[in-house]
């Protein structure tokens, strides 16, 4: 595809408008699948940041004094008109990030329920009264914390961005959305969707950009309130540093390694069908992934062997191809990441059983496409086992007993999520109970919802996203202390 005839989106949405950058330039966006650029997009600097949150800081007195009801309209309007434009959203987010077509429409039709739940949490930031005496009456209310700098990764725009500006939206806040520079696109689509549902000019904006120029000054901003991030745990500590001038408050989902727990008790069956479709499901580019595959020593070579064999069945193609199960990695260096850790593993005296190879056969080798990839005969010592690869590697471990699973599944430093497969329901709750995550899924996995608060423990983030309490973290609290006599003591009365 040339220049001239990729679609171009050459312009930044800042203050209900569609804005030219002030001081960016366009790049184009990479098709993971071919490895050649299919848009051209608008790429903003340090100025269209500081207009954008002057815009977004221009919109919220009026934001957050609009009544919790009118900002639900807003966004069942916009859960509406995302409804109507999934084709559109689905084939836009499948191209940039290489996902399967398949995959994406469920996953995109789904986040139509994410944004009818926040607003029906939007006229519910109920205070509370608290009793003293009767000389005053005490209470609290929940008031926005203002501007939001929300920051989302490539491997899931549309819905990390839901999950935040869904909130922010409901809550009073004003947002500015910076997407990740490899996946641009489908954030422009949903600031149209944003205009069309009638969000007043300012509060919700969006300045794609690198992280090195738009996602730190962002950070940086004295003016932005609170950042909402999605990524890696290493550039999460650092926005902890640049953010700190003004001591914003901040809300990170970070990496994962989570332990996927399969105790010989279990269905295997069914832990099995889990265990494989976590490992490669979006090429193993999610912090939730069961990467970290603990096995009972009873079927650890039964799970082995059905590693490998499914695996090689794994169908891997173009996204668009609608029999297809994996997809490419979403660009050309987490692809490099990938094959490096491959060598990492071999390196480490695991045994590669299947996979670890670029795909290069017709029609694939032009795009970022590696085979699923199984190790066995690991360590939880082993970097394979410890460190994030992202990518569709599967580190299978043996363990002897419960407290050995239990201790392997905490030795990280993550804490995000965690799988277990046992049909002993007293183990259920004891092992459930004993390991340090976010999210335990018991004899099922990723099961991820509006309506269940999602986070991570140690190194996997800060606060909780979905649930009851989604706008917690974009909420402060106020007492208020009102006398019922109107006296206060004279302290330093005449002699």
């Known amino acids: 595809m040339s220049l001239s005839d990729q679609p171009r989106y050459d312009h930044l949405f800042i203050d209900g408008e569609w804005v030219l950058p002030l001081d960016g330039e366009t790049a184009e966006s990479i098709d993971p699948a071919t490895g050649r650029g299919w848009a051209t997009v608008a790429m903003g600097g340090p100025a269209d940041v500081d207009r954008a949150v002057a815009a977004a800081r221009a919109a919220y007195p009026g934001w957050r004094r609009t009544p919790g009801h009118v900002r639900a309209a807003h966004l069942r309007r916009l859960a509406d008109l995302f409804q109507a434009a999934l084709p559109e959203l689905v084939a836009v987010e499948s191209r940039d990030t290489g996902t399967p077509i398949t995959d994406m429409r469920g996953g995109l039709a789904g986040q139509v329920q ?55 939206l409901a809550a009073g806040c004003t947002v500015v959305l910076k997407p990740a520079e490899q996946t641009p ?66 809300t990170f989902e970070l990496g994962g390694k989570a332990p996927h727990i399969i105790f010989d008790d279990a269905d295997v069956d069914q ?25 009972h020593r009873p079927i650890y070579d039964r799970v082995v062997d059905e590693f490998r064999l499914r695996a090689g069945r794994v169908r891997v193609g173009m996204p668009d191809d609608e029999s297809v199960r994996m997809g490419p990695q979403s660009h050309a260096a987490q692809l490099e990441k990938t094959l490096s850790y491959v060598d990492i593993g071999r390196a480490e005296g695991a045994d590669l059983v299947a996979g670890g190879n670029r795909i290069t056969r017709d029609g694939l080798a032009d795009g970022f496409f590696v085979e699923p990839t199984v190790f066995a005969g690991a360590t939880n010592e082993m970097r394979i086992a410890r460190e994030e690869i992202f990518g569709p590697v599967a580190t299978l471990i043996p363990f002897d007993d419960e407290d050995e699973a239990v201790a392997m599944a905490n030795d990280t430093d993550y804490g995000l999520t965690a799988g277990l497969w046992t049909r002993d329901l007293a183990r259920a709750h004891r092992v459930s109970n004993r390991i340090d995550a976010g999210s335990v899924w018991v004899n099922t996995y990723s099961f991820v919802r509006w309506n269940l608060p999602y986070g991570g423990f140690k190194a996997s983030g800060w606060g909780r996203e979905n649930g009851l309490d989604a706008l917690a973290p974009y909420l402060e609290t106020r007492t208020t202390v009102m006398s019922l006599t109107g006296t206060f003591p004279d302290n330093f009365p005449e002699n």
Not at 133 to 145: E, G, I, N, Q
Not at 202 to 219: E, I, P, W, Y
């Open 185 to 250: 696109v489908s954030a422009l689509h949903l600031a149209r969707l944003v205009a069309e549902a009638g969000f007043p000019p300012g509060v919700f904006n969006v300045v794609n950009g690198t992280g090195a120029r738009v996602g730190a000054h962002l950070v940086a901003h004295p003016d932005v309130d609170k950042i909402s991030f999605t990524g890696s745990t290493a550039t999460g500590r650092r926005m902890l540093v640049d953010g700190s001038a003004n001591l914003k408050r901040f």
């Open 114 to 168: 994410w944004y009818q739940w926040f607003a029906s949490l939007a006229d519910k930031t109920h205070g509370t009264t608290v009793p003293f005496d009767d000389t005053v009456h005490a209470f609290t209310t929940r008031v926005p914390v203002g501007v939001v700098g929300a920051i989302v990764p490539w491997n899931a725009p549309l819905l990390t961005t839901c999950l935040k500006v869904g909130a922010a």
């Open 271 to 295: 832990a099995l069908n889990a265990a494989t479709a976590s490992a490669f499901r979006l090429c193993g580019q999610s912090c939730a992934l069961g990467s970290r595959v603990l096995v």
